[in-house]
């Protein structure tokens, strides 16, 4: 069964770095059939691509957050991060870290989704 | 503004179908495979329909998905007080370097 766990601070200072961590059971985070994402919902309101992480390393951004945001992988522990510098409180949101997979012809965005963490940016 | 757009609310009684629409345009519903994905309160949401009309396993064929040109429908029918939830759809855009985009969401409320 695959799982994943979104961890880190749940109260992030304006002006500083947003960071999670999205520990993965039950898939590989190496296999070349699935691609790693963040994604964020701000409170009462619909869903926000931030970005995704392939099996090489590859990077793809939401333009709108490129300049801010980093998302990383870590092999070993089989999990995969996301970096959001300078926050403000527009980020307070929950933030969901998922899986996407390649099927055949399809490019599944996400097949399964961590319960996701909520992030509120206040000092 | 999402975009991709969609109706924020629609609503239905018990056994009646219901459908929820989704509109974009060329570099991504009019090129790419449309998603849909089912969010219970408090809840994560959880993919309904794939490649358009596709159903994963364990979805009720209750759900149906379809699409033409720049615009796609998600379809339920026989609807049950179970399936009051938000709807968003969503699909790659080819314009955004390999960004994925979503609808605004619609709120399903079963009378």
């Known amino acids: 069964q695959v799982q994943l766990q979104e961890s880190g601070p749940g109260l992030v200072k304006p002006s500083q770095t947003l960071s999670l961590t999205c520990n993965v059971s039950g898939a590989s985070i190496s296999s070349g059939a699935y691609f790693w994402s963040w994604i964020r919902q701000h409170p009462g309101k619909g869903l926000e691509w931030i970005g995704y992480i392939n099996h090489r390393g590859g990077t793809y951004y939401n333009p709108s957050l490129k300049s801010r945001v980093s998302i990383s992988v870590d092999t070993s522990k089989n999990l995969f991060s996301l970096k959001l510098t300078s926050v403000t409180a527009a980020d307070t949101a929950v933030y969901y870290c998922?899986?996407?997979?390649?099927?055949?012809?399809?490019?599944?965005?996400?097949?399964?989704w961590g319960q996701g963490t909520l992030v509120t940016v206040s000092s | 503004q999402s975009v991709l757009t969609q109706p924020p609310s629609v609503s239905g009684t018990p056994g009646q179908r219901v459908t929820i629409s989704c509109s974009g345009s060329?570099?991504?519903?009019?090129?790419?495979?449309v998603y849909w994905y089912q969010q219970l309160p408090r809840t994560a949401p959880k993919l309904l329909i794939y490649?358009?009309?596709q159903r994963p396993s364990g979805v009720p064929d209750r759900f149906s998905g379809s699409k033409s040109g720049t615009s796609a429908s998600l379809a339920i029918s026989g609807l049950r007080s179970e399936d009051e939830a938000d709807y968003y759809c969503?699909?790659?855009?080819?314009?955004?370097?390999?960004?994925?985009?979503f609808g605004g969401g619609t709120k399903l409320t079963v009378l």
């Open positions: 060329n570099s991504n519903i009019g090129t790419n495979y």
């Open positions: 969503a699909a790659w855009d080819d314009n955004l370097s390999g960004v994925v985009v």
């Open positions: 998922a899986r996407g997979a390649r099927d055949g012809t399809y490019y599944v965005p996400v097949d399964y």
């Open positions: 490649g358009d009309n």
